[in-house]
């Protein structure tokens, strides 16, 4: 069975700085998708950025952009000029290219951003 | 831009209740799905909907859960019997496509379920 790992309950940054929020995996499979979603206060979960596995290329959104290593099976989130705004909980997901509908998540990582 | 509202926000009932989760997914939306979230735990998927049936369901979702699309509009979760372990907050999603096609999930703001 398919795995979501976020080993980092909470993170701290400093406005306008960098932070890297990270995320394993555990899968037999070669074909499946990859999401990092955002759930503000508000708790509507919205998606942030998304990978396709059989896409060498990192996918990246505006300050968003993730390292994808799929040999690792690691999928780490990087917050670039990071705003107050990007305070949430941020969850990895996992879905497979076939077979299934289901999402898995992570714990999620707290984001807190520090003025 | 367009959302999936969910209703009521909470929702407070005593254990052996019933209870109707509604949700109205984004208009051109064709698949649909019900998550929970237990406090400080994973989100877990339960359900997902399809053309009027289940198209697949966890081992969470077992007799006392049921979904509904009573009209063109609303998607409900139903619990028959309430225990006070369903005591958490229900995601309604929905996506454009399925499984073979990268369609990300779109949710709302979620239902606070408390079992007393």
């Known amino acids: 069975a398919q795995t979501v790992t976020q080993s980092q309950p909470e993170m701290s940054v400093q406005e306008a700085e960098t932070v890297t929020l990270s995320c394993t995996y555990d899968?037999?499979?070669?074909?499946?998708?990859l999401f990092w979603y955002k759930q503000p206060p508000s708790r509507q979960m919205i998606l942030v950025i998304r990978?396709?596995?059989?896409?060498?290329q990192n996918a990246t959104e505006n300050r968003f952009s993730v390292n994808f290593q799929k040999a690792a099976k690691s999928f780490s989130l990087k917050i670039s000029d990071s705003q107050l705004g990007d305070a949430a909980m941020y969850f990895c997901a996992y879905r497979s290219a076939r077979g299934t509908y289901k999402y898995i998540f992570g714990t999620g990582t707290r984001l807190k951003v520090l003025a | 831009e367009p959302e999936v509202t969910q209703t009521p926000s909470h929702q407070v009932t005593q254990m052996g209740q019933e209870v109707i989760l509604r949700c109205v997914p984004i208009s051109n939306h064709l698949y649909f799905y019900w998550y929970r979230q237990i406090l400080g735990q994973k989100v877990e998927f339960l359900v997902s909907f399809y053309n009027n049936e289940i198209s697949e369901k966890s081992e969470i979702f077992d007799d006392q859960f049921s979904v509904e699309r009573p009209d063109g509009s609303n998607f409900t979760l139903k619990i028959r019997s309430t225990k006070l372990e369903d005591s958490a907050m229900y995601f309604c999603a929905s996506s454009e496509r399925g499984i073979s096609y990268n369609s990300p999930l779109h949710f709302g703001n979620g239902t606070r379920l408390t079992v007393t």
């Open positions: 990978q396709e596995a059989y896409k060498q």
């Open positions: 899968t037999s499979e070669s074909d499946y998708y």
